[in-house]
């Protein structure tokens, strides 16, 4: 049974408009704490929190799920001062998991033609290429309506992305060519833009895990380590091999901070050769000079 504060915890962030995904998980880890805490919420100090970490790790949970606890713990009891005006301490302030940063994984030229080779599905294709082109995440692709689409102006209105923002990202010639393809096929009136196309769920939306499902059976079928977020991933590192400015990839992918971004930049490495000899060229010229 759920707490009083976990209860109007949950109704702060569904006013906040967080997603229903994000408000499950919050609840969902807070209440994991609140059964292993022995002590009042007005008692909890960095010593709790330091335990409740020992009991993640006897747990075996991952550095990156700790974090995530505390993460949510953090924002919970930021909650709790700021708008429940409790006076207390935030307990979770500084502490944290040290954890790895692997670089964004992302496809090579030629992998992004073997993928899209093996896609002979209308709907698929456009559904893939327009992950790949316009950096959409998966949840954003599955909430896509056909209202959303601007062929005129080329590009797609996207409602309440991460974060319940907005924006607008564009599409590209092969994007617009699959879709109009697709829908062109399409008998369907409903509002949804991809759909399911056979089974008792036809006709509605495909979902986020019914997308998953397709990418791993393409997966599967060119060869290829490929997942959806890697089209997200790849649709970066080729704007920036192609001399996009970091604040314009920003605005497309839709992140809140740029460092998000510039981890695209460490895998961005035909950018990084192109930089190095043009300025290794201006550096000889120099030396040249000064002989």
């Not at 606890?69 to 700021?82: E, K, P, V, W």
């Amino acid at each position: 049974m759920e707490t009083t504060e976990l209860v109007q915890y949950r109704r702060a962030l569904k006013r906040k408009s967080y997603s229903i995904h994000t408000v499950k998980s919050y609840v969902n880890i807070l209440d994991q704490f609140f059964r292993w805490l022995t002590v009042p919420l007005s008692e909890v100090t960095r010593n709790e929190i330091g335990a409740y970490v020992d009991y993640l790790l006897r747990k075996r949970r991952t550095p990156k799920t700790i974090t995530c606890h505390l993460q949510t713990i953090r924002l919970f009891f930021d909650y709790l001062i700021n708008e429940e005006c409790r006076s207390m301490a935030n307990p979770v302030t500084r502490i944290s998991i040290r954890l790895p940063k692997p670089l964004p994984r992302h496809l090579q030229d030629g992998q992004v033609t073997r993928l899209f080779a093996a896609i002979t599905d209308l709907r698929d294709k456009a559904l893939f290429m327009v992950m790949l082109r316009c950096g959409l995440r998966v949840q954003e692709v599955a909430d896509l309506t056909v209202d959303a689409i601007d062929f005129g102006r080329r590009q797609i209105f996207v409602s309440n992305g991460k974060g319940a923002k907005d924006r607008i990202v564009y599409v590209s010639e092969d994007a617009r060519s699959a879709l109009l393809a697709y829908l062109a096929r399409r008998s369907s009136k409903a509002e949804g833009l991809f759909l399911v196309q056979k089974g008792r769920m036809k006709g509605k939306p495909l979902s986020v895990r019914g997308i998953q499902k397709r990418i791993e059976y393409y997966a599967r079928k060119s060869g290829l380590g490929v997942s959806c977020h890697q089209l997200r991933h790849t649709m970066a590192t080729q704007l920036l091999n192609a001399d996009a400015d970091l604040a314009t990839i920003q605005d497309l992918l839709g992140h809140g901070q740029i460092t998000t971004t510039q981890r695209y930049c460490r895998v961005a490495n035909l950018k990084v050769q192109r930089d190095y000899y043009k300025a290794m060229e201006v550096v000889m010229q120099r030396t040249l000079s000064q002989g």
